[in-house]
Antibody
Framework: EVQLVESGGGLVQPGRSLKLSCAAS????????MAWVRQAPTKGLEWVAS????????YYRDSVKGRFTISRDNAKSTLYLQMDSLRSEDTATYYC??????WGQGVMVTVSS | EIVLTQSPTTMAASPGEKVTLTCLAS?????IYWYQQKSSASPKLLIY???SLASGVPDRFSGSGSGTSYSLTISSMEAEDAAIYYC?????????FGAGTKLELK
């Protein structure tokens, strides 16, 4: 059974950093493209970043370029999202997804002073 | 970036009623994914590559379309289908979602 379990969320002040993790199981992690998608409270879904199966290529939405870094450790079957210089508009539930088919339960990130 | 416009924004359907949701793309896309999201749960994939049914999804759900116009059909509404439905395009970067259609039970 495919499982994606996010962790690392919480309340953080504007300008600070947070690192999300997504532990994957039930499939060969190194074979899959992975992504982060977020959803602000009461809003729709918004793609944040993607990474190829090898980690060789990464992609970001414009509003997070230079602030967020997606990475992966295929040996640990884990996806990461390093979020720096956080802003209030980054407040959302962050979902880890395997090539947009399976999704984790999400982790809440609140950026507020 | 490709903008996906979903319609209607909100609708209500009676049990047994046929429901059709639409997703229009600002430029041609190769295929569309459809998701169902209930309350605060994570999105659930219903349809991929426009018309392929995801594993475990009831066959009352179907998808169709091409180019800039796509649709999700529920052949016979059930109470458990009340949810928000989103479309997603992966043809061009950035991937973009529609704003969603809220489907309620009448």
């Amino acid at each position: 059974e495919v499982q994606l379990v996010e962790s690392g969320g919480g309340l953080v002040q504007p300008g600070r950093s947070l690192k999300l993790s997504c532990a994957a199981s039930g499939f060969t992690f190194s074979n899959y493209y992975m992504a982060w998608v977020r959803q602000a409270p009461t809003k729709g879904l918004e793609w944040v970043a993607s990474i190829t199966n090898s980690g060789g290529s990464t992609y970001y939405r414009d509003s997070v370029k230079g602030r967020f870094t997606i990475s992966r450790d295929n040996a640990k079957s884990t996806l990461y999202l390093q979020m720096d210089s956080l802003r209030s508009e980054d407040t959302a539930t962050y979902y880890c997804t395997r090539d947009f088919d399976y999704w984790g339960q999400g982790v809440m990130v609140t950026v507020s002073s | 970036e490709i903008v996906l416009t979903q319609s209607p924004t909100t609708m209500a359907a009676s049990p047994g009623e046929k429901v059709t949701l639409t997703c229009l793309a600002s430029s041609s896309v190769n295929y569309i994914y459809w998701y169902q999201q209930k309350s605060s749960a994570s999105p659930k994939l219903l349809i991929y590559y426009t018309s392929s049914l995801a594993s475990g999804v009831p066959d009352r759900f179907s998808g169709s379309g091409s180019g800039t116009s796509y649709s999700l059909t529920i052949s016979s509404m059930e109470a458990e289908d009340a949810a928000i439905y989103y479309c997603l395009q992966l043809t061009s970067t950035p991937p973009t979602f529609g704003a969603g259609t809220k489907l309620e039970l009448k």
